[in-house]
């Protein structure tokens, strides 16, 4: 049995190494986002809940950068929620992180006790349509990051260089996938999780189930505007880049949404 | 008796309580080792940027890194007679893997430190079901659970 090397002229040395090792694994390059003890230490030292509960919905807000970290076990919910609690003066500032970090919990508490619902629809779509009307397919535009809507585009080329998405431009992009451009949650999952770095099939598969509606009461769509407050000049949000974008909720929900109308 | 502690993607810092379980602190000579499995990671849809995390986060760890299929090489280490150690996960695939190794070998699996305690499990179709039910042990430190682990 082979022990594999652990010491490397260089980083570009691992990667070649990596690719070498494992040549089917997607992607070209690896991502700028080091999984070293100083970038971890790093990330713990900058831990501002308060500040997280404010600003978290931002692009640019003071979210913690941990989930390749937390994913692969580097760092523990307990010690993250415990460093938390030590930063703030009342615990109630630190609730909101805290109950972000539940969510993980609760994901792999999901997948433990349904780990069928991790490929298969939860419960059926209330969207008007039947899973049947969804393609299988990934189409090429989307794994090429050439939608012609340039927030999209954004956002896609983001996932496939570096591999992290803050969590509303995770959203914001499967929403696309699923309701504009109506595939099945399993493409569009399937994609980030050859592309993240935090990935994990309980947080992923379960959390395009929330967005597509097969594991909650309705599908979560988004319009220009929203992304316009939260993006700030993080991606392209220009109405004339990104016209199917840009309408209200009323009309969007009207447009991806028709039978759904007719039903109601 | 060959104890060897399986340190599998979900699990890679060295102070998981797996690193003090009874069974690998009184075994002189264990061997730790992360199994490099192009069919797990295939199964589990990782990509290069995913794989090259995961290598880089093992140069720091006490574990030797082996290519080979896990279930193997685990039967391979761990001999006729040896003991497998690993952490708890809910991944559905070693999951399947740690049933498979259970029926050869002396399997134990080591939970990480909890995060919240439930009196039972709470219902899970909804996420706000389970955090009105963890909440009050979540924002407590330790989970406001005794500390069974050394830190
Ligand atoms: C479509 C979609 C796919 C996702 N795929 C993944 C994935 O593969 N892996 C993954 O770890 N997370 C995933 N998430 C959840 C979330 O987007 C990321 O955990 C978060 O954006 C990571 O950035 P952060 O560490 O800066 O998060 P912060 O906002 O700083 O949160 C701190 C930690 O809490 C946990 N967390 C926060 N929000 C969530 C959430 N909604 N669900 C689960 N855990 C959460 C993470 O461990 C995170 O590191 C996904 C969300 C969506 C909507």
């Not at chain 1, 307990?78 to 938390?84: F, K, S």
Request: charged fraction near 20%.
């Amino acid at each position: 049995m082979d022990i594999l090397p652990k010491s490397f002229a260089d980083r570009q040395a691992l990667v070649d190494h990596v690719k070498a090792l494992s040549p089917q694994a997607k992607g070209d390059a690896a991502s700028p986002i080091e999984a070293t003890q100083a970038n971890l230490a790093k990330r713990l030292d900058a831990l501002d809940p308060a500040a997280y509960g404010r600003s978290r919905n931002f692009i640019n807000g003071k979210v913690t950068g941990l989930s390749p970290f937390i994913r692969h076990g580097m760092v523990s919910l307990n010690q993250v929620r415990n460093l938390a609690l030590d930063r703030v003066a009342r615990k109630s500032d630190a609730e909101k992180l805290i109950q972000e970090l539940a969510w993980r919990e609760f994901w792999q508490l999901v997948r433990r006790d349904h780990p069928d619902w991790i490929w298969r629809d939860a419960e059926p779509y209330k969207t008007g349509f039947s899973s049947r009307d969804y393609a299988d397919a990934l189409p090429q535009d989307i794994a090429a990051g050439q939608t012609g809507v340039a927030a999209i585009d954004d956002i896609i080329a983001m996932l496939t260089t570096t591999g992290y998405l803050h969590n509303h431009l995770r959203m914001y992009l499967a929403s696309y996938v699923v309701h504009w451009r109506r595939v099945k949650w399993q493409a569009g999952a399937r994609f980030m999780l050859n592309h993240l770095i935090d990935a994990d099939a309980a947080s992923n598969n379960l959390s395009w189930q929330w967005i597509a509606s097969t594991y909650s009461q309705k599908p979560y769509i988004f319009n220009l505007e929203n992304m316009q407050k939260y993006c700030g000049d993080a991606i392209n949000t220009q109405a004339q880049d990104n016209q199917a974008l840009d309408a209200s909720y009323e009309v969007l929900t009207a447009r991806l949404f028709p039978q759904q109308r007719e039903m109601a | 008796m060959a104890t060897i502690l399986w340190v599998h993607d979900g699990a890679l810092r060295a102070d998981h309580p797996m690193f003090d379980a009874e069974t690998v602190k009184s075994s002189r000579d264990y061997k730790a080792v992360f199994i490099w499995d192009n069919d797990y990671f295939n199964k589990a849809e990782m990509g290069l940027k995913q794989l090259v995390f995961i290598y880089e986060a093992l140069l720091d760890m006490p574990v030797d890194i082996v290519q080979g299929s896990m279930v193997e090489v685990l039967r391979q280490c761990a001999g006729t007679d040896g003991t497998i150690v690993t952490a708890a996960t809910s991944d559905i695939t070693l999951t399947q893997m740690m049933a498979a190794l259970n029926t050869s070998h002396r399997l134990q699996v080591v939970a990480d430190e909890p995060f919240a305690h439930l009196d039972k499990t709470p219902d899970l179709r909804r996420f706000f079901r389970y955090w009105n039910k963890a909440k009050s042990s979540a924002m407590q430190h330790h989970g406001g659970m005794p500390i069974l682990w050394t830190e």
